[in-house]
Protein backbone atom coordinates (compact mmCIF):
# COMPACT_ATOMS: atom_id res chain seq x y z
CA UNK A 1 0.00 0.00 0.00
CA UNK A 2 1.17 3.57 -0.72
CA UNK A 3 2.39 5.59 2.10
CA UNK A 4 -0.13 8.23 0.98
CA UNK A 5 -3.27 5.90 1.08
CA UNK A 6 -5.83 5.98 3.96
CA UNK A 7 -6.59 2.43 4.66
CA UNK A 8 -10.19 1.86 3.87
CA UNK A 9 -12.17 1.17 6.60
CA UNK A 10 -14.23 -1.89 6.59
CA UNK A 11 -17.82 0.16 7.13
CA UNK A 12 -16.83 2.12 3.99
CA UNK A 13 -16.45 -1.58 2.05
CA UNK A 14 -19.84 -2.52 3.36
CA UNK A 15 -21.48 0.69 2.47
CA UNK A 16 -20.30 1.30 -0.76
CA UNK A 17 -21.44 -2.44 -2.13
CA UNK A 18 -24.91 -2.44 0.02
CA UNK A 19 -25.76 0.63 -1.83
CA UNK A 20 -24.96 -0.87 -5.26
CA UNK A 21 -28.22 -2.41 -6.87
CA UNK A 22 -26.34 -4.59 -8.85
CA UNK A 23 -24.07 -6.04 -6.14
CA UNK A 24 -27.41 -6.48 -4.19
CA UNK A 25 -28.80 -8.54 -6.63
CA UNK A 26 -25.55 -10.69 -7.06
CA UNK A 27 -25.61 -11.59 -3.26
CA UNK A 28 -29.17 -12.11 -3.08
CA UNK A 29 -28.95 -15.02 -6.02
CA UNK A 30 -25.31 -16.21 -4.59
CA UNK A 31 -26.00 -16.32 -0.69
CA UNK A 32 -30.04 -15.98 -0.55
CA UNK A 33 -31.09 -14.32 2.91
CA UNK A 34 -27.46 -13.69 3.90
CA UNK A 35 -26.68 -10.14 5.49
CA UNK A 36 -24.29 -8.15 3.12
CA UNK A 37 -20.99 -7.99 5.51
CA UNK A 38 -17.68 -7.96 5.60
CA UNK A 39 -17.76 -11.62 6.31
CA UNK A 40 -19.86 -12.37 2.85
CA UNK A 41 -18.17 -10.01 1.09
CA UNK A 42 -14.77 -12.17 1.86
CA UNK A 43 -16.63 -15.45 0.93
CA UNK A 44 -17.56 -14.28 -2.40
CA UNK A 45 -14.33 -12.45 -3.56
CA UNK A 46 -12.84 -15.59 -2.26
CA UNK A 47 -15.58 -17.78 -4.60
CA UNK A 48 -14.72 -15.62 -7.56
CA UNK A 49 -10.74 -16.25 -6.92
CA UNK A 50 -11.07 -19.91 -6.64
CA UNK A 51 -13.09 -19.67 -10.23
CA UNK A 52 -9.46 -18.04 -11.73
CA UNK A 53 -7.86 -21.06 -11.19
CA UNK A 54 -6.53 -21.97 -14.65
CA UNK A 55 -7.32 -25.38 -16.40
CA UNK A 56 -4.83 -27.37 -18.21
CA UNK A 57 -3.42 -25.22 -21.14
CA UNK A 58 -2.14 -26.34 -24.48
CA UNK A 59 1.26 -25.63 -23.73
CA UNK A 60 1.05 -28.13 -20.36
CA UNK A 61 -0.79 -30.74 -22.59
CA UNK A 62 2.29 -30.09 -25.16
CA UNK A 63 4.53 -30.29 -22.39
CA UNK A 64 2.72 -34.21 -21.29
CA UNK A 65 3.98 -35.36 -24.62
CA UNK A 66 0.69 -34.47 -26.87
CA UNK A 67 2.84 -33.26 -30.16
CA UNK A 68 -0.37 -31.86 -31.74
CA UNK A 69 -1.51 -29.21 -28.84
CA UNK A 70 0.54 -26.90 -29.81
CA UNK A 71 1.83 -25.23 -33.23
CA UNK A 72 5.23 -25.60 -34.51
CA UNK A 73 5.40 -21.63 -33.96
CA UNK A 74 4.40 -22.58 -30.55
CA UNK A 75 7.32 -24.96 -29.90
CA UNK A 76 9.98 -22.50 -31.92
CA UNK A 77 8.38 -19.66 -29.09
CA UNK A 78 9.29 -21.67 -26.75
CA UNK A 79 12.61 -22.04 -27.76
CA UNK A 80 13.53 -18.48 -27.90
CA UNK A 81 11.52 -17.81 -24.79
CA UNK A 82 14.07 -20.17 -22.83
CA UNK A 83 16.83 -19.29 -24.95
CA UNK A 84 17.69 -16.37 -27.06
CA UNK A 85 15.26 -14.10 -25.97
CA UNK A 86 16.32 -14.57 -22.16
CA UNK A 87 12.66 -14.29 -21.16
CA UNK A 88 13.29 -17.47 -18.82
CA UNK A 89 15.61 -15.26 -16.94
CA UNK A 90 12.76 -13.90 -14.49
CA UNK A 91 8.88 -15.69 -16.15
CA UNK A 92 10.79 -19.01 -14.64
CA UNK A 93 9.25 -21.69 -13.28
CA UNK A 94 5.90 -23.42 -14.27
CA UNK A 95 4.35 -20.31 -12.98
CA UNK A 96 6.59 -18.23 -15.32
CA UNK A 97 7.95 -16.15 -12.92
CA UNK A 98 10.74 -16.03 -10.11
CA UNK A 99 8.61 -13.74 -7.68
CA UNK A 100 11.23 -11.17 -7.81
CA UNK A 101 11.77 -7.44 -8.44
CA UNK A 102 12.89 -5.84 -11.68
CA UNK A 103 12.26 -2.52 -13.40
CA UNK A 104 12.20 -3.52 -16.76
CA UNK A 105 12.56 -0.13 -18.17
CA UNK A 106 8.78 0.59 -18.64
CA UNK A 107 7.30 4.05 -18.98
CA UNK A 108 6.34 4.39 -15.54
CA UNK A 109 7.07 7.17 -13.12
CA UNK A 110 6.02 4.99 -10.24
CA UNK A 111 8.80 4.05 -8.06
CA UNK A 112 7.41 0.54 -7.42
CA UNK A 113 9.35 -1.44 -4.69
CA UNK A 114 11.97 1.31 -4.28
CA UNK A 115 9.39 3.32 -2.56
CA UNK A 116 8.69 0.44 -0.20
CA UNK A 117 12.33 -0.71 0.64
CA UNK A 118 14.03 2.47 0.07
CA UNK A 119 16.89 1.56 -2.40
CA UNK A 120 17.49 3.02 -5.46
CA UNK A 121 18.38 -0.32 -7.26
CA UNK A 122 15.01 -1.31 -6.89
CA UNK A 123 13.62 2.24 -8.23
CA UNK A 124 10.57 1.33 -10.79
CA UNK A 125 10.85 -2.60 -9.62
CA UNK A 126 7.79 -4.66 -9.87
CA UNK A 127 7.03 -8.08 -9.21
CA UNK A 128 7.05 -10.36 -12.19
CA UNK A 129 3.94 -11.40 -12.78
CA UNK A 130 2.93 -14.80 -13.91
CA UNK A 131 2.36 -15.09 -17.63
CA UNK A 132 -0.65 -18.26 -17.24
CA UNK A 133 -3.39 -16.50 -18.65
CA UNK A 134 -1.95 -13.56 -20.07
CA UNK A 135 -3.49 -13.54 -23.43
CA UNK A 136 -6.84 -12.48 -21.18
CA UNK A 137 -5.12 -9.50 -20.01
CA UNK A 138 -3.90 -6.77 -22.02
CA UNK A 139 -2.97 -4.00 -21.91
CA UNK A 140 0.06 -5.26 -20.22
CA UNK A 141 2.40 -3.98 -17.44
CA UNK A 142 1.00 -3.14 -13.76
CA UNK A 143 0.47 0.91 -15.50
CA UNK A 144 -1.14 -0.86 -18.54
CA UNK A 145 1.22 0.91 -20.69
CA UNK A 146 1.71 -1.81 -23.47
CA UNK A 147 -1.11 -2.65 -25.80
CA UNK A 148 -0.74 -5.98 -26.96
CA UNK A 149 1.59 -9.06 -26.80
CA UNK A 150 3.19 -8.17 -29.89
CA UNK A 151 4.12 -4.98 -28.26
CA UNK A 152 5.75 -6.46 -25.12
CA UNK A 153 8.27 -8.11 -27.02
CA UNK A 154 9.25 -5.02 -28.95
CA UNK A 155 9.85 -3.70 -25.68
CA UNK A 156 12.13 -5.84 -24.66
CA UNK A 157 14.30 -5.52 -28.16
CA UNK A 158 14.12 -2.17 -27.48
CA UNK A 159 15.36 -2.87 -23.77
CA UNK A 160 12.90 0.01 -22.47
CA UNK A 161 14.10 3.22 -21.12
CA UNK A 162 18.27 2.68 -19.55
CA UNK A 163 18.17 4.37 -16.22
CA UNK A 164 20.36 3.11 -13.00
CA UNK A 165 17.46 1.29 -11.61
CA UNK A 166 17.01 -0.82 -14.85
CA UNK A 167 17.64 -4.72 -14.33
CA UNK A 168 20.86 -6.40 -15.79
CA UNK A 169 19.18 -9.04 -17.32
CA UNK A 170 17.47 -6.80 -19.22
CA UNK A 171 19.72 -8.29 -22.11
CA UNK A 172 19.39 -6.79 -25.73
CA UNK A 173 17.98 -9.52 -27.91
CA UNK A 174 17.38 -8.93 -31.90
CA UNK A 175 14.28 -10.58 -33.47
CA UNK A 176 13.03 -10.99 -36.98
CA UNK A 177 9.24 -10.83 -37.79
CA UNK A 178 9.17 -15.13 -37.44
CA UNK A 179 10.37 -14.78 -34.31
CA UNK A 180 8.04 -11.98 -32.66
CA UNK A 181 5.20 -14.19 -33.66
CA UNK A 182 6.96 -17.00 -32.72
CA UNK A 183 7.13 -15.85 -29.12
CA UNK A 184 3.43 -14.63 -29.16
CA UNK A 185 2.19 -17.91 -30.30
CA UNK A 186 3.85 -19.55 -27.46
CA UNK A 187 2.20 -16.83 -24.80
CA UNK A 188 -1.14 -17.65 -26.12
CA UNK A 189 -0.99 -21.48 -25.55
CA UNK A 190 -0.79 -20.56 -21.80
CA UNK A 191 -4.58 -19.99 -21.37
CA UNK A 192 -6.85 -23.32 -20.67
CA UNK A 193 -10.68 -23.29 -21.90
CA UNK A 194 -12.43 -20.83 -20.16
CA UNK A 195 -15.21 -23.13 -19.21
CA UNK A 196 -13.49 -25.40 -17.66
CA UNK A 197 -12.48 -22.82 -14.70
CA UNK A 198 -13.61 -24.93 -11.66
CA UNK A 199 -17.14 -25.22 -13.99
CA UNK A 200 -17.97 -20.98 -12.75
CA UNK A 201 -18.17 -18.67 -14.85
C1 LIG B 1 14.56 -8.69 -15.95
C2 LIG B 1 13.46 -9.62 -15.77
C3 LIG B 1 12.55 -9.89 -16.94
C4 LIG B 1 12.89 -10.37 -18.21
C5 LIG B 1 14.26 -10.72 -18.74
C6 LIG B 1 11.64 -10.49 -18.94
N1 LIG B 1 10.59 -10.08 -18.14
FE1 LIG B 1 8.64 -9.93 -18.72
N2 LIG B 1 8.21 -8.95 -16.99
C7 LIG B 1 9.09 -8.73 -15.95
C8 LIG B 1 8.47 -7.86 -14.97
C9 LIG B 1 9.09 -7.37 -13.68
C10 LIG B 1 7.19 -7.53 -15.49
C11 LIG B 1 6.15 -6.58 -14.86
C12 LIG B 1 6.55 -5.15 -15.17
C13 LIG B 1 5.52 -4.13 -14.81
O1 LIG B 1 4.39 -4.46 -14.45
O2 LIG B 1 5.86 -2.95 -14.91
C14 LIG B 1 7.06 -8.26 -16.75
C15 LIG B 1 5.94 -8.24 -17.56
C16 LIG B 1 5.76 -9.02 -18.68
C17 LIG B 1 4.52 -9.17 -19.42
C18 LIG B 1 3.20 -8.48 -19.05
C19 LIG B 1 2.37 -9.39 -18.18
C20 LIG B 1 1.14 -8.73 -17.66
O3 LIG B 1 0.28 -9.47 -17.14
O4 LIG B 1 1.01 -7.49 -17.71
C21 LIG B 1 4.76 -10.01 -20.47
C22 LIG B 1 3.75 -10.49 -21.51
C23 LIG B 1 6.15 -10.38 -20.40
N3 LIG B 1 6.73 -9.76 -19.32
C24 LIG B 1 6.80 -11.22 -21.32
C25 LIG B 1 8.18 -11.33 -21.39
C26 LIG B 1 8.89 -11.87 -22.53
C27 LIG B 1 8.24 -12.40 -23.80
C28 LIG B 1 10.23 -11.76 -22.25
C29 LIG B 1 11.41 -12.11 -23.11
C30 LIG B 1 11.46 -11.44 -24.40
C31 LIG B 1 10.34 -11.18 -20.91
N4 LIG B 1 9.08 -10.93 -20.44
C32 LIG B 1 11.54 -10.94 -20.24
C33 LIG B 1 10.37 -9.24 -15.85
C34 LIG B 1 11.10 -9.71 -16.94
Known sequence: MRETDTPVKVEVIEERIR????YIAK????????????????????????????????????????????????????ALFAGKATCFACHSGWRFTD????????????????????????????????????ALRAPYMH??????????????EKGGINRPSRSPLMLPIQLNDQERLDLVAFMNTLTGAPEGRNGLR
Open 143 to 156: NASIKSLDDVVRHY
Open 19 to 22: SAPE
Open 27 to 78: FKVALPGAPINIDTIVQAVATFERALEPTTAPFDRWVEGDEQAISDSAKRGF
Open 99 to 134: DKFHDIGTTTTDQGRGREVKQEALNFAFKTPTLRSV
